[in-house]
């Protein structure tokens, strides 16, 4: 039968997310939820949405969340925009800033959303191979050849790359976008907001879904110049003007004001890390030092596929990409105590 696909649509290779399953004996370890709930206040915040709060659009601006996110961060309200998830603030992103017919530059080994997006809009990727170490060489990065995008911590490796490095490619590139995404901000990685007053040309990207618990929200942030932020409105004005709903919009609002639970939080679960680190050595894995809120890790003998489908059968969910340089490795999100001994104790089955 025919289909009614472009072109586009039939050569695209979507992205595949790490499976949803659920049930009461499954411990899901595979797609870097935060294991505790949000804030008591986010969800009185929620609960305290009206009906006709739901009735009316929502503000398509969220200048009250923008607000309170440009004081915590330092900034000004116009170098602060809010999306729907912060994969699709990349979406406009990746719209805005690098359909310019040249080559974007990622690592070879980052978030598999890059080149689905390059793909989806025809942009030409170049990407930068990592080291042995699995380190980041970022003087590797040709300054203004086209624009540059690597999440900070990378992704699965866990590791973080230092400010200094970041600002000393800014200094250099001068003439494309660097998006940098801060998905796992807050687990141990400086970030570098902190340089978006000096450099008009970066826009950091960072989401609720991760250290604020909130993945089922959908709300992402992106931090740069007014300029760039103002190419994101543009975009998202172009495309649907209310990506944040209500109620998205009141839980950030009360996230960001309990910033004591999100700091109790986030200490539980590099505590957890420490100790599932030390776990996982014992059993002889090789694990990469990590800042995000998972590890990544080599199994004993590189049988990584192996133990992946033991304990999948076991009902304990972690990540496996069957591919050059990855398939000897497991990337394992951090969850309760409980859930990592639970892990343990499959390990040792
Ligand atoms: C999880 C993740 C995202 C997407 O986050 P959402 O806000 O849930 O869309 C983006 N980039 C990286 C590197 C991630 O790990």
């Known amino acids: 039968m025919t289909n009614y696909w472009t072109e586009t649509v039939s050569r695209l290779t979507p992205y595949v997310p790490g499976e949803q399953r659920s049930g009461a004996d499954i411990v899901k370890l595979n797609t870097n939820e935060n294991p505790y709930p949000p804030s008591p206040r986010v969800m009185e ?8 709060q739901l009735r009316r659009y929502p503000d398509p601006e969220s200048v009250a969340l923008r607000t309170v996110l440009a004081e915590y961060h330092g900034l ?5 925009f809010v999306g729907n998830g912060s994969d699709e603030i990349l979406a406009l992103a990746f719209l805005a800033y690098f359909t310019n017919h040249k080559v974007l530059q990622f690592p070879d080994i ?26 980041l060489p970022i003087e590797s990065f040709e300054p203004n050849a086209g624009g540059i995008v690597f999440p900070n911590p990378n992704a699965p490796t866990a590791l973080a790359a230092e400010e200094s490095a970041i600002a000393g490619l800014l200094v250099r590139h001068t003439e494309q976008v660097l998006l940098v995404d801060e998905a796992y901000a807050g687990f141990g990685a400086s970030s570098v907001v902190g340089l978006v007053n000096r450099f008009p040309n970066l826009l950091v990207s960072q989401t609720y879904s991760k250290s604020r618990s909130l993945a089922g929200m959908r709300l992402g942030v992106a931090l740069g110049h007014p300029t760039l932020i103002e190419g994101l409105q543009r975009v998202k004005n172009s495309f649907n003007s209310y990506p944040v709903d209500a109620l998205a919009q009141a839980a950030g609002i009360a996230s960001i004001q309990d910033d004591t639970y999100y700091r109790k939080t986030i200490d539980q679960v590099i505590e957890t890390r420490r100790q599932t680190v030390s776990g996982l050595q014992k059993r002889g894995f090789e694990v990469l030092p990590s800042s995000a809120n998972f590890v990544f890790a080599k199994a004993p003998g590189g049988e990584a596929g192996k133990i992946f489908s033991e304990l999948d059968k076991a009902g304990v969910l972690v990540r496996y990409w069957d591919k050059p340089r990855l398939n000897e490795w497991l990337r394992i999100s951090i969850g309760t105590d409980d859930e990592m001994m639970r892990l343990m104790t499959a390990l040792d089955a």
């Open 76 to 80: 000004d309200v116009s170098q602060v």
């Open 110 to 135: 980052s978030y598999s959303f890059y080149p689905v997006y390059c793909d989806l809009y025809g942009i030409e990727a170049r990407t930068v191979a990592l080291t042995d170490d699995y380190v």
């Open 45 to 52: 915040a929620i609960a305290a949405v009206s009906g006709d």
